[in-house]
């Protein structure tokens, strides 16, 4: 019988995310597919660098060997051809990542193969790929480059994210945009005891809050922070949503406009998730950090358009 990737949390990563791809993509980008393909082949055997993704898949492959059991799956989902790809499979073997399973679809779209491994999470460069992922339903993000140093820590996995269009659903932001900051506190004092609608990251959040439970209380591996602009009295209405959900996270910044780089470099995140690119530009030079996109059609996308 095979593994049940239902059971597990099932993380799917392009090999540009993985790894650092970026010199033989402008290669591509400048002068096709064949002048790729040689360089591939050229450099079959030479390792490529890590990219921006790299501490996060180590740190959650080493939960598997710190619980003694399947936690965790990553696979490599690629629109390389298996003949280019197997440069990625070879740096794999270098660095000793325990990941076994590719899809490489040969420069075909990659969506819809993600709900057929169960993904729970896709993490690519790819604005295409990542944008038809979230239109599937699929919790995804576009990885900005590799801070210039990039925390690397195995003991402890500490995953942060953005809580409105992030966690939870586009709909108080859209207020905020549209009718301004007194409107927004206004309805969520109102709302305070109305759960939020989930986001697009809600069910990877309870994921890894599951994942925390197969270890002893207060022994977690996992970590989880939610850094928002929200602040007093907005604060309220995300705590009474994560208690319906039965979730708890370790840490809550409510920062009301301040930075959130400074909080995330202190908080040591392998990653952080956000909507919104004037905060990621910021996060990205001190954590790995991705752009979470807005669903094609949603009122808070054609704002942004």
Not at 12 to 20: E, N
Request: hydrophobic letters at 40%; glycine letters at 6%.
């Amino acid at each position: 019988m095979g593994l049940d990737l239902s059971e597990v949390l099932v993380i799917g990563i392009s090999s540009r995310a993985l790894f650092d791809l970026e010199d033989s993509n402008d290669l591509f980008e400048a002068e096709g597919l064949e002048a790729y393909r040689a360089y591939q082949l050229e450099h079959e055997k030479k390792a490529l660098k890590k990219g921006t993704a790299f501490a996060l898949v180590k740190a959650l492959l080493h939960l598997n060997e710190v619980s003694g059991k399947k936690l965790v799956e990553v696979i490599v989902m690629s629109r390389n051809s298996p003949d280019t790809g197997l440069r990625v499979f070879n740096s794999i073997a270098h660095y000793d990542l325990d990941i076994s399973r590719a899809a490489f679809s040969g420069g075909t779209p990659l969506a819809p193969y993600l709900n057929a491994f169960n993904v729970d999470l896709f993490l690519s460069k790819s604005d295409e790929d990542v944008q038809a992922a979230i239109d599937s339903g699929i919790a995804a993000a576009v990885l900005y480059s590799p801070p210039i140093e990039q925390e690397e820590g195995t003991e402890q996995i500490r995953i942060a994210f953005d809580a409105d269009a992030v966690i939870f659903s586009e709909e108080s932001e859209h207020l905020y945009k549209t009718k301004g900051l007194e409107a927004f506190l206004a309805h969520e004092k109102a709302n305070v005891n109305t759960p939020m609608k989930e986001g697009p990251f809600a069910k990877l959040l309870m994921t890894l809050s599951f994942l925390q439970q197969h270890f002893p209380k207060g022994e977690s591996p996992v970590r989880i922070a939610i850094v928002t602009a929200r602040n007093s009295p907005a604060h309220e209405r995300v705590v009474q949503t994560l208690r319906t959900w039965g979730v708890s996270v370790d840490e809550a910044f409510f920062l009301g406009g301040l930075s959130k780089d400074q909080i995330l470099q202190a908080y040591q995140a392998h990653i952080f998730f956000d909507d919104q690119e004037t905060h990621l530009k910021e996060t990205s030079k001190l954590v790995a950090s991705g752009k979470v996109p807005y669903k094609t059609g949603s009122p808070l996308k054609k704002l942004q358009d």
